[in-house]
């Protein structure tokens, strides 16, 4: 079964400054997708960027970009420039091929203060 | 274009009663899926429709049932409820029932259990 573990519960960062959040997963898959969801305080789950495993190159997202590292099954977020509205829970979720069963993590709690 | 809409937005109902939450996916998508999320965790995955057809299942009992109708939109039903059901519902569509099209969510409906 596949599953993912985000090890950070709670992060903080000054604005304008960079943060990365963690996500390792395990799976036996070949082909696959990761995902970093935001869900802010408003509850609605927002998708802030993609990774296809076939791909090497690292997604990035304007000030969003992601370290995939497959060998290490490793998926971590940078957020470059932090604002106040980037403060939210940040998932971590994967999703096998052929299914659209996505599997997420516990979540890390990133607030972003003045 | 609307996105991924969800009703109600809030209930609450008692141990042993029944419930049904609804979907509707963005324009032209065709899966829905359906995700609980319980406070302080991550959701997890309950069911997938496409064109209709049950595609997945998650580790749910046979109390939860869904169902897809014509115009794509869904149903979520809850029988025999429990305190553990207590959680926010979401619902996610995407264009495709497999996992190369990316999930879009509701904004949830947050289920009280009492």
């Known amino acids: 079964a596949q599953t993912v573990t985000q090890s950070q519960p709670e992060m903080s960062v000054q604005e304008a400054e960079t943060v990365t959040l963690s996500c390792t997963y395990d799976?036996?898959?070949?082909?696959?997708?990761l995902f970093w969801y935001k869900q802010p305080p408003s509850r609605q789950m927002i998708l802030v960027i993609r990774?296809?495993?076939?791909?090497?190159q690292n997604a990035t997202e304007n000030r969003f970009s992601v370290n995939f590292q497959k060998a290490a099954k490793s998926f971590s977020l940078k957020i470059s420039d932090s604002q106040l509205g980037d403060t939210a829970m940040y998932f971590c979720?994967?999703?096998?091929?052929?299914?659209?069963?996505?599997?997420f993590g516990a979540g890390t709690r990133l607030t972003v203060k003045p | 274009d609307a996105g991924v809409t969800q009703s109600p937005t809030h209930l609450i109902k008692t141990r042993g009663q029944q419930v049904t939450l609804r979907c509707s996916p963005i324009?032209?998508?065709?899966?829905v899926s359906w995700y609980q999320q319980v406070l302080g965790q991550g959701p997890q995955f309950i069911f997938q429709?496409?064109?209709?057809?049950?595609?997945g299942r998650g580790n749910f009992p046979d109390r939860f049932s869904a169902r897809q109708f014509p115009n794509y939109s869904s149903e979520l039903n809850v029988n025999a409820l429990l305190l553990g059901d207590s959680a926010l519902y979401l619902c996610?569509?995407?264009?495709?029932?497999?996992?190369?099209?990316?999930?879009?969510f509701g904004p949830g409906t947050r289920l009280t259990v009492l």
């Open positions: 979720a994967f999703m096998k091929y052929y299914n659209n069963d996505m599997r």
């Open positions: 324009s032209g998508h065709k899966s």
């Open positions: 990774q296809e495993a076939y791909k090497q």
């Open positions: 429709y496409y064109e209709k057809e049950e595609r």
């Open positions: 996610a569509s995407s264009r495709g029932g497999e996992g190369t099209d990316t999930q879009y």
């Open positions: 799976t036996s898959e070949n082909n696959y997708y």
